[in-house]
């Protein structure tokens, strides 16, 4: 899985359209957005969620990208923009479809996975490692028992030695 951005500032368009073309990636899902546009704000965090669990939880070669609108004129495929943000699932080179639902990361996330049937494949959980024992928490509270008597034991012969040799 792939993630590209594209902006009037950077020159991934190239990138994009080998992507875009057949035998590049097997999919595409492609926002197209414009700077300082309210609805565009308004998906930013939504689009992030979903591009975040995608990357979590699934594998394949699909490539997720972000169009500026500066930079609409030097990609593939993005012809009939009537408004931003206009989302578009791609494969093959040809456009498939557009996302017409309501712009939530979790509508995204299923329309993304609907489109995407075949070529996105759920990661496995990786097994947490265990922690190796340090003696950090040992330290803490003075050990194990034996050697906390063995300290306190240690404490009461130096502190007899002292007053005995006080006294005299």
């Known amino acids: 899985m ?8 950077n020159n991934n368009a190239p990138t994009l359209n080998k992507f ?16 300082g546009c309210h609805h565009c704000n308004m998906l930013k965090p939504h689009w ?13 070669n699909i490539v997720i990208a972000q169009v500026n ?10 012809m009939n923009i009537e ?13 498939i479809s557009d996302f017409s639902e309501e712009r939530t990361s979790d509508n995204l996330l299923n329309w993304v996975k609907k489109l995407c049937k075949n ?20 330290l803490l509270w003075g ?6 008597r063995q300290k306190r034991k240690q404490q009461r012969k130096h502190t ?3 007053t005995k040799t006080h006294k005299k």
């Open 20 to 35: 875009m073309s057949p035998g590049g990636a097997d999919a595409l899902v492609v926002q197209y957005y414009m700077d």
């Open 143 to 148: 050990g194990s028992k034996h050697n906390r």
């Open 160 to 162: 007899r030695k002292r």
């Open 83 to 95: 408004g931003y943000p206009t989302i578009r699932f791609i494969e093959n080179g040809n456009n």
């Open 69 to 78: 609108a500066n930079a609409v004129s030097n990609v593939n495929n993005s």
């Open 2 to 9: 792939r993630f590209i951005h594209v902006s009037g500032q």
């Open 119 to 138: 070529k996105l494949h759920k990661r496995k959980p990786t097994k947490a490692k265990p922690k190796a024992k340090t003696k950090k928490a040992g």
């Open 48 to 60: 992030e969620k979903m591009t975040n669990r995608l990357k979590q939880e699934y594998n394949g």
